[in-house]
């Protein structure tokens, strides 16, 4: 699926997350492990070429300190980092680097453009909707600023700011990226198939273009083809998009998604090939094995569980469609399931959130709880064959419940 800052506010709320820890720290012996083989940590391998990269950048602006320009390469490369592993840290790593830069009373656009993307990828999204909004003033035709807008207001369910980011962006960046937006809006908004055509005509963007690129147009495509109710077109442009980009964390979780709905959980489980690192990947990693009945499905939901009690404790709230789907087809805890899915709601309205909204009301047996979702449904054209199920079945619902009883 798969939520930043560096000067102010932000700094404020990750020290209140660690204060605990650090108080504790104060008046408890330190963790010595019992073992040489216990594992306090993973971090990346140096075999890993953007690891290696990280270094050079380092050095780099280590003799360049006051070069904005250097910060942002290298804060950019943590953020990207951070995007295609799923460890935010590396999100932490890119507001340290430019927090010089924000300090400042007018931070360089570059500087700001970063900072608004760190918390897009953190699920601030008004912060960051602010954010560009400012940058915007100071310099209407930046094309990636206008694309950043464009992507957080399709998350939240803002269609009619997604189109007008989207016109903006196809006068300021180009056919090639306006394409891009309109066709992901339409896929959203009921037009799949329009989607599905614009999409086509950008598929090969040239020799020259960066394997994300390409990769991020595949998994639209695989997105779009699944609202097509097309499974087999879905999964062709899945593998394509993972042979772009291999070990892409969000695309193998959008892939492990589609092979659930596919009742394929074993090969989910070969996809993942054991990830625990990534949350996203252990979660349908332990979707799979519940499905399966395996023996170890147990012990990884409690540690699931464990990993989401821990998020709650710091105070992040970017898995909540996550948390709410666990408790929902793991811990089958519908009512809980229901609330998260509705504070959920309150900050992102893509269509797995919709979904989980949608799923957990009727496993709730309360119908009318899911009205927020219906009409948003029903106001964005919003079509999907596993959402157009569901409205079907919580209008069944709420029809039968408010009917009156037959007299005996």
């Known amino acids: 699926m798969a939520c930043r800052r560096l000067g102010g506010v932000p700094w404020l709320f990750l020290i209140l997350a660690w204060l605990p820890a650090l108080c504790a720290a104060q008046t408890r012996a330190p963790y010595i492990p019992a073992s040489p083989d216990v594992v306090l940590q993973q971090v990346p391998p140096t075999t890993d070429p953007r690891v290696r990269r990280f270094e050079q ?3 780099d602006l280590q003799r360049h300190p006051h070069d904005a320009k250097r910060a942002v390469t290298l804060a950019q490369a943590y953020v990207d980092y951070a995007r295609s592993t799923g460890d935010a840290r590396f999100l932490g790593r890119a507001m340290a680097v430019i927090d010089p830069w924000m300090r400042r009373p007018l931070p360089p656009i570059p500087v700001a453009l970063v900072h608004a993307t760190v918390q897009q990828s953190r699920h601030f999204f008004k912060a960051s909707r602010q954010e560009l909004t400012t940058i915007l003033a100071r310099e209407p035709n930046n094309a990636q600023a206008w694309l950043t807008l464009a992507t957080v207001a399709m998350v939240q369910g803002d269609m009619d700011e997604a189109n007008r980011a989207c016109v903006k962006l196809a006068n300021t960046g180009g056919d090639f990226m306006g394409m891009i937006c309109t066709a992901s809006l339409r896929m959203l908004t009921g ?5 599905y055509a614009l999409l086509g005509l950008v598929e090969d963007p040239g020799p ?10 595949e998994g639209l495509m695989a997105d779009t083809a699944m609202r097509l109710d097309r499974a087999a077109l879905a999964e062709q442009h899945f593998k394509q998009a993972l042979q772009w980009t291999p070990g892409d964390n969000f695309l193998l979780a959008d892939y492990a998604d589609f092979l659930l709905d596919e009742q394929r959980p074993r090969d ?4 993942l090939q054991g990830d625990s690192a990534s949350d996203t990947s252990f979660l349908r990693q332990v979707y799979a094995e519940t499905a399966l009945g395996l ?7 409690a540690a699931m569980a464990a990993r989401f009690a821990a998020m709650d404790a710091r105070g992040s709230h970017v898995f909540q469609r996550e948390q709410a789907g666990f408790a929902l087809h793991v811990q089958h805890d519908a009512p809980r399931a229901l609330a998260l899915a509705q504070q959920n709601w309150t900050v992102q309205r893509a269509p797995q959130d ?27 054209h919003l079509s999907d064959p596993s959402i157009d199920r569901l409205v079907a079945r919580l209008r069944s619902d709420a029809m039968a419940q408010a009917a009156p009883r037959a007299k005996p």
């Open 57 to 59: 950048l380092r050095l």
């Open 191 to 195: 037009r799949a198939p329009q989607a």
């Open 208 to 217: 020259k273009a960066p394997p994300e690129i390409r990769a991020w147009i």
């Open 268 to 271: 989910v489980l070969a996809l």
């Open 295 to 301: 023996p170890q499905a147990k012990a990884d939901a």
């Open 354 to 380: 919709v979904r989980i909204y949608l799923e957990a009301a009727l496993a709730a047996d309360q119908p009318a709880a899911a009205q927020p979702a219906l009409d948003f449904v029903q106001r964005t």
